[in-house]
């Protein structure tokens, strides 16, 4: 079975820069988080996605990110412009259901704005 | 708002056992989750306590006390490849599908040395 995959691995840009990031979930996950892990920090959730819904948005900086989940399956995130505290490991994990206690991750994106 | 406190770094010798303790304060807890990530991957489900007591999964075992919000994850015949970060996360929110969150701690970074 197929992790969640996410593109691309690494990503430099220049600040005031668009970027975008792709997830493709596991096969008949509903679920689908974005989380933003800084250096030496634990994941912290941007938004979840119950099938094209999202559900729980409150962390998302709306004035220069956004998320879409267009057909429940996969998503992208973007971020314009891009800002130096940008800087960070986005990682895309799914489950299941909503309430089960397991969430894939997949591998993340780098992003480094310089 | 949810707040968990792990030690940053643990050494510990190959062979040893090892407990990393969390602490947690939060509403409408569910349970406690443990994951694993080595440098540079992604973060991996270990463990998962809703209830009292203590969970087992061959060298791993995770603990809860709900009454003291508190927990451990234990490591046994450790391994030199156990050297990676570890997280707990807490599990709350209330009763419905779209009302739970998961929040991670800051991560304790194990060293596994010869």
């Known amino acids: 079975e197929a992790g969640v995959v996410q593109s691309p691995r690494y990503k430099i840009i220049e600040k005031k820069q668009p970027v975008a990031f792709w997830c493709n979930p596991i096969?008949?996950?509903?679920?689908l988080y974005w989380y933003l892990q800084n250096l030496g920090q634990g994941p912290e959730l941007l938004i979840r996605?119950?099938?094209?819904?999202?559900?729980?948005d409150s962390q998302l900086p709306k004035d220069r990110f956004s998320a879409e989940r267009l057909k429940g399956v996969d998503s992208t995130l973007k971020i314009q412009p891009a800002e130096l505290g940008d800087s960070a490991v986005y990682l895309c994990a799914s489950s299941l259901t909503p309430g089960t206690d397991t969430q894939y991750f997949g591998p993340g994106t780098r992003l480094t704005v310089l | 708002g949810q707040s968990l406190e792990q030690p940053s770094e643990v050494t510990a010798v190959e062979g040893a056992i090892v407990q990393i303790n969390c602490t947690y304060q939060t509403s409408g807890f569910y349970g406690l989750s443990w994951y694993q990530q080595h440098d540079g991957g992604a973060p991996t489900f270990l463990s998962y306590?809703?209830?009292?007591g203590l969970e087992e999964t061959g060298r791993f075992s995770s603990f809860l006390s709900r009454s003291d919000s508190y927990g451990y994850l234990l490591l046994q015949e450790l391994q030199m490849k156990d050297s990676a970060s570890y997280f707990c996360a807490v599990r709350s929110g209330y009763s419905g599908a779209g009302s739970y969150q998961l929040t991670f701690g800051k991560g304790t970074k194990l060293s596994v040395i010869p």
């Open positions: 996605y119950e099938n094209e819904e999202a559900v729980d």
């Open positions: 306590n809703a209830l009292d």
């Open positions: 096969s008949g996950h509903n679920t």
